[in-house]
Structure formats: C-alpha cells, structure tokens
C-alpha cells in the first residue's frame, strides 16, 4: 500500500512498489530503525535496496540498528530551494556515521545516513542550537512523526556521549 502524507507543505508519496523504502520506512513508522543485512556476506546496507551492494547477494532480513554516531560531514543550508524550508533557513543537512559496521568492509567505509538535524522532539533545530554542530558531533537518532504511518529518521545532539570540539567550516 503506497504511503502519502503532507511534510511542511510538501506532498510525499512512498510508492507501493518500492518494496524496501515501504519497508524501511514502516520499521521507522514504529520508532524501530531497522535496516537490511545481506544473508550471504552479513553486511548491513543503506539505502534500502534490492541487492547487496558488495556482493550482489538479493537475498536480506531487516535487523535493528544503533542510530547513534557521529556527524561525518554537514551542510549548512542558508538559501532554502523548497519554500517549506525557507522560515526554517538556516538549518542543518548531517551526513552521520553510524557506529554499528564502521570501518566495515573497508576502512574507509560505513553505514552513513542523512537527516536533517532537530531539537529532542523531532522539530528542526534553531540556528543556536546549530551552531554547536559541526563534524565530530555525537548524534542520536530521533523518529519525526508526520502523518499516521510516516515517521522521517532525524538526528539530534547526543545528550548524554562525551562531545569534542566539532569542526566548522570557518567564518560561518
Ligand atoms: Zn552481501
């Protein structure tokens, strides 16, 4: 059954037959974040797709994950292209990495996710709060409930993990 719902504005359709962001996102509609993990190598994949992408394999079951990690990259959007964006502008884009499968199956890979970055409940983060954020910054996963069996993965400050000094592309 395809999923439609209303976000700021925007009308989002999750169509019936892209069977694994169906299923992806009706884990992420019980708070659940789950991806797929490969029967054949064990590795965990994202984005959710038909086959592994390290070996092919077609053949998955979804496993929980830890959503905790760390920012591995951001961008700060200041000129926002969807006009729902433009009161919320400046706001955060966090590519994170997850802890679960870093460094796997190379050292230079990892599970990486978007999201924008919010307060504790959901809402995009304030420019204040951003400005804390920067790569390095522990983050934990939160569930943005936006109509009756959608819910976006989003990102929020790791309250309780230890956090460096970020880094912060200079001057902004
Ligand atoms: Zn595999």
Not at 67 to 76: A, F, K, L, P
């Amino acid at each position: 059954m395809a999923i439609e719902a209303n976000y700021l504005g925007m009308r989002i359709v999750l169509d019936e037959h892209e069977v694994e962001n169906v299923e992806y996102f009706r884990h992420c509609a019980a708070h659940d974040f789950r991806l797929q993990a490969c029967r054949a190598c064990s590795l965990v994949r994202y984005p959710p797709g038909t086959a592994c992408p390290w070996c092919a394999c077609p053949d998955s079951h979804w496993v929980s994950v830890d959503g905790r990690g760390s920012v591995h990259s951001y961008t700060q959007v200041h000129q926002a292209i969807q006009p729902a964006f433009k009161a919320l502008a400046p706001y955060l884009v966090l590519l994170v990495e997850l802890d679960t499968q870093k460094g796997k199956p190379t050292e230079h890979e990892a599970l990486r996710i978007v999201g924008n970055l919010t307060r504790s409940d959901g809402t995009l983060a304030p420019a204040e709060l951003a400005q804390k954020v920067g790569v390095g910054t522990r983050v934990r996963m939160v569930f943005c409930d936006i109509a009756p069996g959608l819910s976006l993965p989003q990102w929020t400050i790791d309250e309780t993990a230890p956090q460096a000094s970020p880094w912060r592309y200079p001057g902004l």
